[in-house]
């Protein structure tokens, strides 16, 4: 499994983003370290302090480094000659706060270093989605977007139902789907059924969120392998059982 490191200029700033992705997503198992903050409680970044995180984060596949400002960046390239032993480091120019999210969901997932780097780079895709930007120019700056792939012709399992959650499958309920596919031998493509949008594979958080299903609209689930139709249900009963909490 990979390590995360988050480099911020504000200690308060990355406790809180770190919270809140483990919020979102816990038990993840993903060694998360901060390198934050100035030896004097202020505000400022330290290559050293960065060159310890990555090296307690490292768990042998490696480590994506999150940062915030400029000179973060300029710490966390200092760090890397700083390393005492070789260590394989990504620094990520993904947002902060949704990088680190949609890294947390691929690295728990078993995601190898390169590809929980391209998660967390293109986090920010389902905020365009929301804001209006075209799936057509979000797959443009997304190379290895998902929104193209074709239906599984040997698809064992499907279902579509409304979503009629009050926020939709927006961050929260979009990181436990992800989360709890784990658990099924599946591949799983998620569709919103209402707008057209995807299919997007349903273990990619950031392709997840671009699908921008609000409430009342149709989700459509598609799913092959040994455990399609457990995972289709699956699905089905989150969205339930949110529907159930929300009740009461």
């Known amino acids: ?62 480590v994506l480094v999150l940062m915030d400002l400029g000179s973060a960046v ?29 890294a947390l969901a691929a690295a728990g997932g078993g995601a190898d270093l390169a590809t929980t780097a391209r998660e967390a780079e293109q986090a920010l895709a389902a905020k365009r989605t929301q804001l209006g930007e075209s799936s057509e120019i979000a797959a443009r700056n997304d190379p290895h977007s998902s929104t193209a792939v074709q239906a599984v012709d040997d698809s064992l399992a499907t279902d579509t139902f409304e979503v009629t959650s009050e926020h939709g499958l927006h961050a929260r309920p979009a990181a436990e789907l992800v989360s709890a596919l784990r658990a ?36 459509e689930v598609t799913a092959s392998g040994p455990d399609a139709e457990r995972a289709v249900a699956k699905v089905r009963a989150l969205n339930e059982n949110r529907d159930h909490d929300q009740s009461r």
Do not use: C, K, W, Y
């Open 1 to 62: 499994m990979i390590g995360l490191v988050v480099v911020s200029h504000s200690r308060a700033l990355a406790e809180a983003a770190v919270a809140l992705a483990a919020g979102l997503l816990p038990d993840q198992g993903v060694p998360i370290r901060i390198a934050a903050g100035s030896h004097d409680d202020g505000f400022g970044t330290d290559a050293v302090a960065v060159a310890e995180a990555i090296a307690e984060a490292d768990a042998g596949d490696g």
């Open 74 to 102: 300029l710490s966390a390239e200092t760090a890397l000659d700083l390393l005492e032993s070789p260590v394989e480091v990504e620094l990520s120019a993904a947002p902060l706060v949704e990088g680190l999210l949609s």
């Open 184 to 219: 099924f031998d599946a591949t799983v493509r998620l569709r919103n059924a209402t707008t057209g949008v995807g299919p997007v594979p349903g273990n990619s958080l950031t392709r997840v969120l671009t699908l921008g299903v609000r409430a009342g609209q149709l989700l």
